[in-house]
């Protein structure tokens, strides 16, 4: 079991930045992948992006491709999502996830969760 807690969110102008940081804590850290998801207050839950055990694989929504970077350190356990030239629309809770089977970019496919932290960029 993966126990995950995000920190780094809060309020920010439009084209401003945020680095947002997962860190996690069980024995599967440096083995399992890791991604982040998304949900905008009435939306459903989106896919953010997701990086595979080792780093040397990564995936973009294409709704922030060019803006948004996934990163980990497996030496401190811990996942980073870097974001850039933020948007009003990139408001939203903002979830790391880890150990998936399936299709990274479903949220039925993640098993572990953490609680979320909230993004908001102001126009």
């Known amino acids: 079991q993966v126990q995950l807690v995000e920190s780094g969110g809060g309020l920010v102008q439009a084209g401003g930045s945020l680095r947002l940081s997962c860190a996690a804590s069980?024995?599967?850290?440096?083995?399992?992948?890791k991604g982040w998801f998304r949900q905008a207050p009435g939306k459903e839950r989106e896919f953010v992006a997701a990086?595979?055990?080792?780093?040397?694989?990564?995936y973009t929504a294409d709704s922030v491709k060019g803006r948004f970077t996934i990163s980990r350190d497996n030496a401190k356990n811990t996942v980073y999502l870097q974001m850039n030239n933020l948007k009003p629309e990139d408001t939203a809770v903002y979830y790391c996830?880890?150990?998936?089977?399936?299709?990274?970019?479903?949220?039925?496919?993640?098993?572990?969760w953490g609680q979320g932290t909230q993004v908001t960029v102001s126009s």
């Open positions: 990086i595979n055990w080792s780093g040397s694989s990564s």
């Open positions: 996830v880890a150990v998936f089977s399936g299709k990274y970019y479903s949220d039925n496919a993640w098993g572990s």
């Open positions: 069980g024995r599967t850290f440096s083995s399992a992948a």
